[in-house]
Each structure stands twice: as structure tokens, then as C-alpha cells.
């Protein structure tokens, strides 16, 4: 018989999302005529804006004719959409790179985990906690872990809690490390990093010989002047880190598919006899065997967000999500409750009141608001007493929920 990956067993059952769809079904069964308004998993609800639906439409009609057909494309992406993303998304931030540098994927939950194929298992890890639970569990099922211990921490990881003590800034790791991750602005906390926060972690990982997996996927959400987009715009980082950016949440595609890597050609790591190499030779080996690029279509439609038209919609709907996110924000402030997060991520992260567990407050909100939203400590062990609100969702539903939280926490 052939034998399984026995990592995969050591995963904690229940993961946090269908749990909650569980609940959430048992109680809209038992109370059809309740409107449940949906706060929790953090997808997009606005449709494509115009500009890219018509080129996406483009790229459709382009492959039904036989002088505009593409068959496979790059494995790395187009140049033309790398070669668009520099120039706009990278360029106006101060930051150079070379379109070989920039490679186009089907998002960043992907890449995120693949990328592990290109680090030996020795490598040791750096995670926050809480934190965006893909990182860790990617490192369960590779086998750098041993088992999990009674409070949800995996052998072999070293965690970065991020608590109000410390602003949901991880500290440095407690131990040597060689690749450590970091997420801003950060799901599900909401915080952000300060250049000099990102500069810190950029001196910290060179002096380490540490590599930096930046995850940039809320980037477009920051509203606050002086807060780094990129971890690039920090001297030295392109020696230190891998970015991951993508379309899902800055342009609604979650169901359309599109993100983007960075590996910069100084970043180097080591061989086992001490030679250095270029990750991003590696990086483009493993995509060139184990992916064949993003759809031409799709690939048409993440050049037209960076369109003047497509770029001026885009942000729009942003400024909407960011919107709601303030009317969230200030409407549980004003009914006692402490939150963080809102202002620069589509994320309010919030205390729960009267020291409630993550899932007690659930599931009052569930029966008493009829209001869903994410437990903090699904997200690991430090988001125990915490909650997740996100601010994708149409701004009726947003002002009723804020309503129906304020009523039962009589403010
Ligand atoms: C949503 C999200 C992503 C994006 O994933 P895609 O695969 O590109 O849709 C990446 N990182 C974090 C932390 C996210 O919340």
C-alpha cells in the first residue's frame, strides 16, 4: 500500500473556516427569517470594474481568432504585464527592478506555500502569531515541524506573538533563524509596519543571513502617507527578501486568479558546501517545471488595472472597503469595545468585550446580532480574546451589523 505523507496528519482538524460555515449553517436552519450578515472570511464583494472587465473580454476575443490566439505564454508571466507592474506599481515608489525579477502567478496563497521548494528542510522558521495560517501550515505538510502542542504551537517553528503589549509588532525571533515572515499590512491584525519597523527587520535579517517572505497582499489598502508598499523601498532588502503581492484583494480578483512574486537577483542562500546561489534561478526553475503561467485573458485584465481607468475604479473601491472600515471602527469604539486595525487594512481586530474567548463572542454575535465574523484565536494562539471584522461587504449590511453590535453593547 502506498504511504501517505504523514505531515498531513499532524495538521489540526477543523480548520477555522468551515467551523464557522458549520455554525453559521446550524443557526440559519433554526432561524430562517434572521438576516445573518456576513463579517468573517475575508473575500472581496464589489464586482470587476469596467476597465478590466473589457480587457479581460479582449482576451477572450483575441484566442477566438487564429491571428490573436496565444497557447501557452511564459511560464514567468507576460513582460508586458511585469514590465506594467514595474513601472507602476514599483517605479513610483523609488524602487527598481528587472522584469526577470517579477514573476507572474495564479495568486498569492500559492505562491506563498511553493515557495517553500526552494529551502532546504533545515531551514529554520520565523511566524507570527496570529498570523495568516497558510505559512504555517505549508511548514507542517514540507515536514519541518514535529507535532503540535496542546495550545496549537508546531515543534520545530519559532512564533512571533503579537500582542496589544507590543503593538501587533512581532519582536525579533528568540532564537537563530533562516526565514522569517511577515505580513503588512498584516491579516488578521490590521497593523501596518513604519519604515523604520521594516528597516529594523531588514538590518536584522542581513546581519542573520535571513530571508524575509513579505507578504504584500493588502498594500493597496493603506491609506496613511510614509508607510511603506514595498519592503523594497528599504536599502538593502532586495539582498534579504522575497515579496508576494496580489490582484485578489486590490482588484476583486479572488475568483479571477492573479498574483505576483518578486525575487530579486541579489538574494542569495547557500548550498550545503557553503557555495551561494541565486534564489531567483531557483525560483524560475520551479515554476518553469511546475507551472505553466497565468491565462492570457486574465493576465489582460491585471494589466488593465494599472490602466489610468481601471486604476482610478480600482481605487474607488478601495476607498469604499476603507469606508466601511471606518464605520466599523468608530461605531464599536463608541460602544466600548477596543479595536485596532481599519485604517490602513480592510481588517478591524478587536478586543472582545468582558474577556470573552474568541469563540464565546461568536457565537453571541451569531445568536444575539446575527452577525458573523472570525475568531482570533483561529489564527493562532496569541489571537485568543481577539476577533476578526472585515470590512468587505456592502455598506447597508456594515451600518446595520455596527447597529445591531452597538444596540446589544448598549451605547
Ligand atoms: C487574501 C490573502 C492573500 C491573497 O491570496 P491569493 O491567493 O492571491 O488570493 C495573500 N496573503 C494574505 C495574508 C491574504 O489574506
Not at 503540535?148 to 512564533?159: H, L, N, P, S
Not at 521594516?198 to 542581513?206: G, M, R
Not at 497582499?217 to 519592503?231: K, L, N
Not at 532588502?237 to 508576494?244: H, L
Request: hydrophobic share 40%; proline share 5%; aromatic share 12%.
Amino acid at each position: 500500500m502506498a504511504r501517505l505523507n504523514d505531515n498531513y496528519l499532524k495538521l489540526q482538524a477543523g480548520y477555522l473556516f468551515p467551523e464557522i460555515s458549520r455554525r453559521v449553517t446550524a443557526f440559519a436552519d433554526a432561524h430562517p427569517n434572521d438576516k445573518v450578515i456576513r463579517l468573517g472570511i475575508g473575500d472581496v464583494t464589489k464586482p470587476l470594474v469596467p476597465a478590466v472587465l473589457k480587457a479581460f473580454h479582449d482576451g477572450v476575443d483575441d484566442l477566438a481568432k487564429g491571428a490573436s490566439f496565444h497557447g501557452y505564454g511564459p511560464e514567468q508571466g507576460y513582460s508586458w504585464l511585469s514590465q506594467t507592474i514595474i513601472d507602476k506599481a514599483y517605479k513610483p515608489l523609488g524602487v527598481e527592478l528587472e522584469a526577470s525579477e517579477v514573476f507572474i502567478s495564479d495568486g498569492s496563497k500559492c505562491d506563498s506555500a511553493n515557495i517553500l521548494d526552494i529551502f532546504d528542510l533545515s531551514c529554520k522558521v520565523a511566524i507570527g502569531d496570529p498570523v495568516y495560517p497558510v505559512y504555517n501550515d505549508t511548514n507542517v505538510m514540507v515536514g519541518r515541524t514535529g507535532k503540535a502542542d496542546e495550545k496549537g504551537y508546531y515543534e520545530g517553528i519559532v512564533y512571533m506573538p503579537c500582542t496589544e503589549e507590543n503593538g501587533f509588532a512581532p519582536a525579533f525571533p528568540s532564537e537563530k533563524v533562516d526565514i522569517i515572515y511577515l505580513c503588512f499590512p498584516n491579516n488578521p491584525t490590521g497593523t501596518v509596519a513604519t519604515k523604520e519597523v521594516l528597516k529594523s527587520w531588514v538590518d536584522y535579517a542581513l546581519d542573520n543571513d535571513a530571508v524575509i517572505l513579505f507578504d504584500a497582499a493588502y498594500e493597496a489598502f493603506i491609506t496613511e502617507p510614509g508607510i511603506p508598499h514595498s519592503i523594497y523601498e528599504i536599502d538593502g532588502a532586495k539582498k534579504c527578501a522575497i515579496e508576494f503581492r496580489s490582484f485578489s484583494k486590490t482588484a476583486g480578483f479572488t475568483g479571477v486568479r492573479c498574483g505576483l512574486t518578486v525575487v530579486p537577483h541579489d538574494l542569495m542562500a547557500s548550498t550545503a558546501d557553503g557555495e551561494k546561489v541565486s534564489l531567483n534561478q531557483l525560483w524560475n526553475r520551479r515554476q518553469c517545471t511546475k507551472f505553466n503561467g497565468v491565462s492570457y485573458p486574465v493576465q489582460k485584465a491585471a494589466a488593465a488595472v494599472y490602466s489610468d481607468e481601471g486604476w482610478a475604479q480600482v481605487q474607488e473601491i478601495i476607498a469604499y472597503y476603507m469606508e466601511n472600515a471606518r464605520i466599523i471602527r468608530e461605531g464599536l469604539q463608541e460602544a466600548g469595545i477596543t479595536c485596532y486595525g481599519g485604517v490602513n487594512a480592510p481588517y478591524i481586530w478587536l478586543k472582545t468585550p468582558e474577556g470573552m474567548t474568541s469563540w464565546d463572542f461568536f457565537d453571541k454575535l451569531l445568536n444575539e446580532c446575527f452577525v458573523v465574523g472570525t475568531p482570533g484565536s483561529g489564527f493562532g494562539p496569541s489571537g485568543e480574546g481577539y476577533f476578526r471584522l472585515s470590512a468587505f461587504g456592502e455598506r447597508e449590511n456594515v451600518e446595520e451589523a455596527v447597529k445591531r453590535i452597538r444596540q446589544k453593547w448598549g451605547k
